[in-house]
């Protein structure tokens, strides 16, 4: 089984910038298309950015111009750096990984988020 862990979340003012961290590990084949998300309280999760393992990135019209994805294959993490952070950046944000495993094969897996806070 595939473990996703989120790391970078923090307090910024906004303006200011993050840098998410997301490390795969676990029994893997293989990582297709990994992503970010979020989700406000109160809202639905809702796409951030994803990118395959090509490196062909697609952003939400939100985010686009601030916020960039990334991946190192080698080290099966993904990155989502945020500049210019906005008050509604706020948010849990998660990483998604579509991967294929060993056992039971391709599935998408889950972080269990981290906590992003942007003060006016």
């Known amino acids: 089984q595939v473990q996703l862990v989120e790391s970078g979340g923090g307090l910024v003012q906004a303006g200011g910038s993050l840098r998410l961290s997301c490390a795969a590990s676990?029994?893997?084949?293989?990582?297709?298309?990994m992503g970010w998300y979020r989700q406000a309280p109160g809202k639905q999760r809702e796409l951030v950015a994803t990118?395959?393992?090509?490196?062909?990135?697609n952003y939400a019209d939100s985010v686009k111009g601030r916020f960039t994805i990334s991946r190192d294959n080698a080290k099966n993490t993904v990155y989502l750096q945020m500049n210019s952070l906005k008050p509604e950046d706020t948010a849990v944000y998660y990483c998604?990984?579509?991967?294929?495993?060993?056992?039971?094969?391709?599935?998408?897996?889950w972080g269990q988020g981290t906590q992003v806070t942007v003060s006016s």
């Open positions: 676990g029994s893997i084949s293989r990582i297709n298309a």
């Open positions: 998604n990984a579509d991967v294929s495993e060993t056992t039971p094969g391709r599935i998408y897996r």
């Open positions: 990118i395959t393992s090509g490196g062909s990135t």
